[in-house]
Nanobody
Framework: QVQLVESGGGLVQAGGSLRLSCAASGRTLGNYAMGWFRQAPGKEREFVAATRWSSGSTYYADSVKGRFTISRDNAKNTVYLQMNSLKPEDTAVYYC????????????????WGQGTQVTVSS
């Protein structure tokens, strides 16, 4: 079992920045993949970014490429999402997730999910 706890959400003006954190506990992440997803009101949950824990390879949705950066701290078993140049359309609940495979996918086929953290971007 892997437990995930997100933090760092909040209210920010357009153009601002936030850094989300996702702390994992229960086991080391070894060859797993970790991803960030988001869900806006009335919309489906969508892929934002992901990383392979072992290699640090990163993957991004086109909508956030160049603005968001996913990174990890092996010692802390924590993954981060640095969000810059935020836009009102980035407003959503952000979830981190773990996939029991090093193969990154952009679908919802992840095995463990956090409870989510709200990000609100005002115009």
């Amino acid at each position: 079992q892997v437990q995930l706890v997100e933090s760092g959400g909040g209210l920010v003006q357009a153009g601002g920045s936030l850094r989300l954190s996702c702390a994992a506990s229960g086991r080391t992440l070894g060859n797993y993949a970790m991803g960030w997803f988001r869900q806006a009101p009335g919309k489906e949950r969508e892929f934002v970014a992901a990383t392979r824990w072992s290699s640090g390879s990163t993957y991004y949705a086109d909508s956030v490429k160049g603005r968001f950066t996913i990174s990890r701290d092996n010692a802390k078993n924590t993954v981060y999402l640095q969000m810059n140049s935020l836009k009102p359309e980035d407003t959503a609940v952000y979830y981190c997730a773990v996939r029991k495979s090093s193969f990154v996918v952009v679908t919802l086929e992840y095995d463990y999910w956090g409870q989510g953290t709200q990000v609100t971007v005002s115009s």
